[in-house]
């Protein structure tokens, strides 16, 4: 039996950062992308982290940024992880001395494994469904078949998951961890304890192959 770890994403709130550990995630993702719903400033994101016991990772999404503004952010925001959205190239995620996440579209015919190679020092590759220049979060889900069950890269998946559907795509694609935003809210940026439970027990379920 595998163990998917679990990010929760979109985080907007104290109370639902501490419900998420609480609950069992692994990490919780803070959106800073202005045009974006779920987006948060400094000492809002600050008020989330503080509020996190330890060892729950804390990952900061951009959205082809300025360099400086991810800098500014890091110094404001204690952040383990960054997570890129954009067309931003390897060199461009690995210099702000953080480990980081590549987000890669998969809304035409994009080829993980040349994604892979193009990231080689990537934490890990989260193929979602968003179209290229987006931040995810649509609730939309793609071919997951699409994806390899045999890789030499640490797979994330995301992209329209929900308890409804994440033990049938963690037993069928064997992910190393799965990002969720939109499946586990009430309202856009507001996560419901109801929905996070069931959806880490979903994950479970499929870990034991029973999706």
């Known amino acids: 039996m595998g163990y998917t770890r679990i990010k929760f994403c979109g985080v907007t709130r104290p109370a639902d950062g501490r419900i998420a550990a609480r609950l069992g995630a692994d990490a919780i993702g803070l959106v800073f992308h202005p045009p974006s719903g779920r987006a948060v400033d400094p000492e809002t994101a600050r008020s989330?982290?503080?509020?996190l016991p330890p060892f729950v990772t804390t990952v900061g999404l951009f959205l082809d940024p300025d360099a400086d503004r991810v800098r500014a952010t890091l110094d404001a925001v204690p952040l383990d992880m960054l997570q890129f959205h954009g067309t931003e190239s390897a060199d461009f995620c690995r210099s702000f001395g953080r480990p980081y996440i590549k987000a890669v579209p998969m809304d035409g015919d994009t080829d993980p494994g040349a994604a892979a190679e193009a990231f080689p020092d990537a934490r890990g590759l989260l193929f979602d469904s968003h179209?290229?220049?987006?931040?995810?979060?649509?609730?939309?889900?793609?071919?997951?078949?699409?994806?390899?069950?045999?890789?030499?890269?640490?797979?994330i998946l995301a992209g329209g998951l929900s308890p409804a559907?994440?033990?049938?795509?963690?037993?069928?694609?064997?992910?190393?961890?799965?990002?969720?935003?939109?499946?586990?809210?009430?309202a856009k940026g507001i996560k419901d304890e109801g929905r996070m439970q069931q959806f880490i027990e979903e994950v479970r379920r499929g870990d034991r192959n029973e999706g």
Do not use: I, M
């Not at 078949?145 to 890789?151: H, T, V």
């Open 131 to 155: 179209a290229h220049g987006s931040a995810g979060g649509t609730g939309e889900t793609f071919a997951w078949s699409r994806l390899p069950r045999s890789r030499r890269f640490h797979l």
């Open 48 to 51: 989330v982290v503080r509020a």
């Open 165 to 186: 559907n994440v033990a049938r795509a963690v037993a069928s694609v064997q992910p190393d961890a799965v990002d969720v935003s939109s499946g586990v809210e009430s």
